[in-house]
């Protein structure tokens, strides 16, 4: 592996021990990086894919390097920073491509650590800019929020469109059941897949989950 | 104006001289009766209708048998009272107040050689299924979409072409299913022939804690290592393949 390439080095830090390591206080990405970068999380989502039930949905590498950079620029901006807030929308860019099954779970990859780090924020400085852009930009993500409690606003309509994926439906509704997320059990086609994820075992494997609305 | 004195009787009262006792022998196994003596007698209490027309109730000699009206016990079938109430007598329920008699130790006894066959028979007892052995084509189509959260309690290993299933809630695909009594994994619908021997057969197959003995309904069985269980989940289905 390149040492050269900070952002490489702390996403596989990242996902090999679940700890960050900022290697510069001048966050910059080259192209270079970023295809290396690719390859590796093209590598790792192939290894998780193997524990996706139904047939995975092919990687995406754009929204994969996308979760990747927030996560390393919001990291990167929880440590230290030194630029004016309006400066550092730059780093932020919107995720212009439609969402799909397969670039919510290739931006999970990285993005699933973000909620931690929006956590952390939170405790220091609830008004933060910071805050505001990383959120607003997760919310596109419900995947990746699940089990945080985040508050977020959950487009219904989306989701439906998304959930036409078994794949996506079921490590969905895998991950609220996982994560106790009762909050997620208001909305009605989550609730409602939950309940047949759970069947007559319902009382067994999630106590607190009841099947009326 | 005549009344029909077994009207609302629910339970029936029997009364035997002291010196039968031996006789109650075949209805200490009912849970519901109770019994009390006094100077000459021995008297149950909570006999049911279909009780009493039993055989076990009809065969004891010299009983009496009484039914409750008021503050009074009429004997069955007659219309005077013939005894008040009882109401000093203390009760206790039949199995504690005819305990089990053990008999003398047999010095002579020369069937030390003999032994019982072990055997599985079928039983009407429910357990609740372990374990299953299902087929691996059909572990398949299930295991490719299922929830995560019916396969994380899962363990599994191979015997031979199947797949061997350990943990509940179980899965719901066909199988043979397993119930287990300490390290033995048994057939549902199946019990030892003598089920109170079974820290004995335990003892006796030498088995370690470190192993399951799956047997098989026709007495047959093998053994599995604990360690050859691994977690089920669908990448360790698709990479055993």
């Not at chain 1, 780090?117 to 990383?134: N, Q, R």
């Not at chain 2, 109770?34 to 209490?45: G, K, L, N, S």
Request: net charge negative; with cysteine; hydrophobic share 40%.
């Amino acid at each position: 592996m390149n040492t050269k390439n900070n952002i490489l080095q702390t996403i596989h830090h990242l996902r090999a021990s679940g700890q960050f390591v900022l290697y510069t206080n001048k966050p910059k990405v080259t192209k270079n990086e970023l295809d290396d970068l690719g390859s590796f999380l093209a590598q790792e989502y192939e290894n998780e894919a193997l524990n996706y039930p139904f047939e995975s949905p092919e990687f995406d590498e754009e929204a994969a390097i996308w979760g990747a950079k927030m996560i390393y620029f919001g990291a990167q901006f929880l440590g230290h920073r030194h630029d004016e807030p309006k400066d550092l929308n730059q780093y932020f860019e919107e995720f212009t491509t439609e969402i799909t099954p397969a670039s919510c779970l290739s931006a999970d990859i990285s993005l699933r650590f973000l909620p931690f780090i929006i956590k952390e924020l939170e405790a220091i400085d609830f008004e933060d800019w910071l805050l505001k852009i990383l959120k607003a930009h997760i919310k596109k993500f419900p995947y990746s929020a699940i089990g945080h409690d985040l508050n977020l606003e959950i487009d219904q309509e989306k989701l439906t469109e998304l959930f036409q994926n078994g794949c996506f439906k079921t490590l969905f509704i895998d991950r609220v059941i996982e994560k106790k997320d009762i909050s997620l059990t208001e909305h009605t086609i989550i609730h409602e897949n939950i309940a047949i994820h759970l069947g007559a075992h319902k009382n067994h494997f999630w106590k607190a989950f009841t099947s009326e609305v | 104006m005549e009344r029909n004195l077994t009207q609302g009787v629910t339970e029936y009262w029997l009364r035997l001289p002291i010196a039968y006792k031996e006789k109650l022998a075949q209805i200490r196994v009912w849970k519901n009766l109770r019994m009390a003596t006094d100077a000459q007698d021995i008297w149950v209490r909570g006999i049911t209708p279909n009780q009493l027309v039993s055989a076990e109730i009809r065969s004891i000699p010299f009983k009496k048998i009484y039914v409750q009206q008021d503050n009074a016990l009429f004997l069955l079938g007659g219309n005077l009272p013939e005894e008040r109430l009882k109401t000093s007598l203390l009760w206790s329920p039949i199995d504690k107040a005819l305990p089990v008699e053990i008999p003398n130790y047999n010095f002579n006894f020369f069937g030390v050689n003999e032994t019982i066959d072990f055997k599985l028979v079928a039983s009407n007892i429910e357990h609740e299924a372990k374990a299953v052995l299902v087929n691996l084509d059909v572990l398949e189509v299930y295991i490719q979409n299922a929830p995560a959260v019916r396969l994380k309690e899962i363990q599994w290993t191979f015997i031979q072409e199947n797949a061997f299933l350990l943990g509940t809630p179980i899965l719901p695909i066909p199988g043979k299913s397993y119930w287990q009594q300490l390290n033995f994994l048994i057939p549902a619908g199946y019990d030892f022939e003598y089920p109170e021997l079974s820290n004995f057969y335990h003892k006796n197959l030498q088995v370690t804690n470190d192993e399951y003995i799956v047997l098989q309904s026709d007495h047959s069985y093998y053994k599995i290592a604990k360690e050859q269980f691994k977690p089920l989940s669908i990448s360790s289905y698709r990479r055993s393949q």
